[in-house]
């Protein structure tokens, strides 16, 4: 009999594909989602969908962008949200657009949308904001270091 439970509940993960967008001056594209945190463009991705269609949704969802975009994956990372209570993974990719900058504005899903200099994002009390730095500044820093881990609860 199913219990509609997975047998391996320790090995689910939320998959968000998450999208680096800079512009001439070296921000990058990120988005409100929750009015207090700032994250890079992107999210969920949805059964069935590819990391790329559920790039090119999300990007449309957040920040009303629809052109064509070449993207490099530049890595993966995971954490546990206690929020959620459930492991989240970040599949994170770099744009390029042939036109340039795209034109952007504040699609469906967020309450705002800016390029910022990641590097304000630097010991942010967010760990979603830690991350933007992480992916677009400086790799190896850690984003457990001198946190209040129950910022994000």
């Known amino acids: 009999m199913k219990t509609g439970k997975s047998k391996y509940p320790n090995t689910y993960y939320r998959v968000s594909i998450k ?10 594209l990120v988005a409100r989602e929750n009015p207090e945190i700032w994250n890079l463009v992107g999210g969920g991705m949805d059964h069935g969908e590819t990391p790329l269609g559920a790039l090119t949704r999300e990007i449309y969802e ?4 629809d052109s064509p975009f070449e993207a490099t994956i530049e890595g993966v990372d995971s954490r546990y949200l206690e929020s959620l209570h459930a492991y989240y993974m970040w599949v994170v990719y770099s744009l390029r657009f042939d ?3 795209p034109v952007y504005g ?3 899903d967020a309450h705002e949308v800016a390029f910022i200099d990641p590097k ?9 904001e830690r991350q933007i730095y992480k992916w677009t500044v400086d790799r190896t820093y850690d984003i457990y270091d001198d946190m209040n881990l129950d910022a994000e609860k």
Do not use: D, K, P
């Open 19 to 28: 999208a680096i967008i800079r512009n001439e001056r070296g921000e990058v």
């Open 99 to 101: 036109s340039g900058v």
């Open 62 to 65: 957040e920040a009303c962008i």
């Open 106 to 108: 504040v699609g469906a």
């Open 120 to 128: 304000t994002f630097y010991g942010s009390l967010h760990l979603t």
